[in-house]
């Protein structure tokens, strides 16, 4: 089950392998946004995204309980991908992962580097979990979810518990955190963290135009289904639909859902590289672009952004730079 | 006197202003470069750059000795010009700044956001000191210096109990410390925490290709003086010769000193945008340039890299980041 003691133990194993990244803040982009504004870097987490918190949890939580016999496999489209793959790494286990073959550059070739078997798919015409599933029972290897799973939901929530800790100590009292939410694996783990030790923060999960899945489903109370094909550059956090862990736990614990554009996105990552030096992806943005587009939507002064994930290719990172 | 006492006051005064960046690591990197490399990025400091330790030092150190009367002044490439500007601006001061008239434009427009007034120069006629020294006598100015004070590079020294305390947690015993040197304050002054508390780390200056004065001057013993006008794109760190406070201490304290070339620091900006998602500038990446390509001089197993600065034009960046 998904709950508070599952993430302070994914804490203890995370421990010397999940890096704590600092909160960042910044009083000119402050001014800009018209918002205390205080940044969450996970694209500087371990594989560049939050993704390793929740693969390091359930993999070596699985180890531990000898649940492994023969590798894992993992469905993913880049950032879970490394992560599924560096963790296995570290633990000495064999990896199969199921990748779009459009999916970014870098993140493929990354993945490959963590030692992976990379299996490619086409990720309009096939099904990904169904291939996921497929090679679990052929090659007798244990499917790592990418979010709807108990462990990864944990593992995520570590994040949450930093969150807390760290702006607590800068004086937070209330404070909207704003998520980047795919399946809703981060959104949900982090609201367990706040639900527990910090119930006035509230969460708001983020998503890209045509992929508001979540935030339709908040409204509606129950889980609804993009029926896009539109693409879109937020490659991380495509999803059709909530998952069915994380989505009672977000009907429970957020607020409204907020939504932006692809413009939106490549503005936000061209003030995140001018003002705090760090370099996002489209679907690790979001939830910046959000903070600073619609914030007149924000209910509270300070507000938290977690960056997501930084695998970005350079021609994209460059536009997103140059251009606006 | 710089000495580690005038260091820890410096860490008071910064408590709650000053960040402490982390230090992250990344088992790929290492393989490919053969080392275990520890960054310090100093580009997520306040102002992008390790330049605000030090100014935010000196201001608030001779704010409360009632010796700024009517305002500062600072001249700077681009990074101790915001830090002087931004600090200030927090401590309700004025502030002028004289700037090389082909700074980048990143530096300048963010200088002039932290409401300086600044004054252009044109580096290759005019000579820097003698222009800030007429301002601050003008105007009746107090002068902060970008690194020949001991103020400044006590401020800068707060990087080296950062370094020290992190990386003992982190089990390193013996290591090798590169920092990217220009006037030597902040190598100075990391030396100093090291020699207190680290005898085992040991410092190694890095420098640009043809601005490798201090590295000549380690090997003579006495402060050499760059004679060339060659251009390069490390403008935070072209300077014509070791400080005259800061040489002695790094006489007693550094190791031999380290150069790197333009298409080597191109290269490392690319590898530090591809394996930890930071932006740096091209003099910010010169000390982890040398740690790529002059590893063969190194002496331990165990590198930590101080990436100094993050502030670049996005078409420099993304020149960095696509080509090589």
Redesign the interface.
Known sequence: MSNINLILKAREHGKNFI????I?F???FNEIVGKNIFIK?E??Q?T?SFKFRGAWCAISHLKKENKISNGVVAYSSGNHAQAVA?AS??HGISSVIVMPKDAPK?KIS?TL??NAEVVFYDRYNEIREQIGENIAIEKNLTLIKPYDEHLVIAGQGTCGLEIIEQSKKLGLEKAEVLVCCGGGGLSAGISLALEKYAPYYKLRTCEPEFYDDTARSLKSGKREINETTYPSICDAILTPTPGEITFPILKRNAREGLVASETEVLQAM?LL??H?????EPGGAVAAAAAIFSKNKLKEKDIIVVVSG??VD??V??KA??EN
């Open positions: 890096y704590e990244t600092p960042l910044n009083k000119k870097p694209c500087l371990v560049g560096s790494q570290t870098q990354n580097g963590y061209k590289y001018e705090f030096k760090i370099v996002s930084g695998n350079s021609e990172f460059s730079i140059s």
